[in-house]
Structure formats: C-alpha cells, structure tokens
C-alpha cells in the first residue's frame, strides 16, 4: 500500500498518482464530501471486486459512482429535464441521482437498469473524476453496516484488507454522507438521506409559474 499525503495547493501530482493507480486496476482511498471513500474503475469488474471485498459488502448491492460533470454523466445515463434542474443547482455537491442506465458498466455498480451518480463537491474527488474521464466507485471506505471512517486511520480500520494508495487530507467532518435520490413521476423519492435536505430538493422541482 503507498501513502500520500494531499497537499492543497498541488492536488494535480495526488490526481496523477491516482489515475495511474486506477488505470492499473488498483482501489484508491480518497476523501469525499465529509468521509473517506472507495474509488474503482467502474469499468473494470475485478477492480469493483476489490472493493465489494473491502467492504465485506453484498456483491447484490449497488455501489455509487463519481464522474467530472454532468457532460460525462449524460453518457452513461439518461437525464430527464427535471432531474437535469437538480443537476444544475446541486452539482457538483452531495447529491447523488439514480438514473436509468444508458451504457453498461460492471454489474456489481449497477442496480438493474439504474446507476447512483454524482459529480462530487470535493475539489481532490472532482479533480480525479474529471481527470480518469468515465465513472469510479465512491462508495464510503468502512465495513459494509459500520460507521464511516473520517481520518485515513479510522477508515483503513474498518476494511478488510488493503486498499493501493491512500490520499490522506487530514481529518474530515464526518457524517451525513451525500443524499440519493430519484424522481418518480415528478415526485422526489429520498432512498438515503444526507446532505441535501429533501426540502431542498422539491424546491428545485416546482413549476415556474
């Protein structure tokens, strides 16, 4: 396992040393929103393995995925114009949409014909989406169940082996994780609450009159 500890004002040499990391099918410990996640080639199903392993998690489970921007996003999914007005004002953010799949990706991501994506609000997470240019995994790095880990310590704590690079940026704030969330004739359904509050939400969805 290789170490890195994120310097601020150089995220490009953390950014390169993970897409190197990820081409190679390895699994990178990264800071997220407010916790520390996972991050996979979705493409690759061994490297997605890796990960479900990690985590002791139910390969039956989706795992959420990070892309760069909502450009990106639109090749993987379809994005209905109302959901595309939670994309505008909630991207990037901790706003994660599950949308019907437009291209397959390893079957461990998905959930049947639907994918969990987000262009994340963490400029290290942003920066490595936009940089490896198709989705990652971002799901939280801790046991399937358990609390999430905001240091690196308490993060590779709770895993099930070991993860090929750590980004380490200090202590992070902790809990909620981001909001999930679809739209369902025109109705916003919460599949896990988080950050952005369903109120929030509805707002953004109401007609203009």
């Known amino acids: 396992m290789k170490n890195l500890t994120l310097d601020p004002e150089r995220i490009d040499v953390a950014v390169e040393r993970a897409v190197r990391t990820l081409r190679d099918g390895g699994v990178v410990l990264f800071p997220a929103e407010r916790l520390y996640g996972l991050a996979a080639d979705a493409q690759n199903p061994e490297a ?3 990960v479900l392993r990690l985590k002791g998690r139910d390969p039956g489970r989706p795992l959420p995925v990070i892309v760069g921007d909502a450009g990106v996003a639109s090749e993987w999914v379809l994005i209905p114009p109302r959901m595309a007005n939670l994309i505008r004002r909630f991207w990037p953010g901790p706003l994660t949409l599950v949308l019907p799949l437009r291209r397959r990706l390893a079957a461990e991501v998905t959930a049947g ?5 987000r262009a994340p609000g963490n400029a ?5 989406a936009r940089a490896f240019g198709s989705p990652l995994t971002a799901t939280s790095a801790n046991e399937s169940g358990e609390a999430s880990g905001r240091t690196v310590a308490e993060a590779l704590a709770g895993l099930s082996g070991e993860v090929d690079l750590t980004i380490d940026a200090g202590e992070l704030e902790g809990p909620p994780g981001s909001t999930v969330a679809r739209v369902r004739d ?10 952005v509050p369903l109120e929030a939400l509805q707002r953004c969805l109401k007609p203009i009159k």
């Not at 290290?124 to 490595?128: N, P, R, V």
């Open 48 to 50: 997605v393995k890796k």
């Open 113 to 117: 014909d639907e994918l969990g994506i």
């Open 124 to 128: 290290l997470a942003l920066e490595l």
């Open 186 to 195: 025109g109705k916003v359904e919460i599949l896990r609450p988080g950050i």
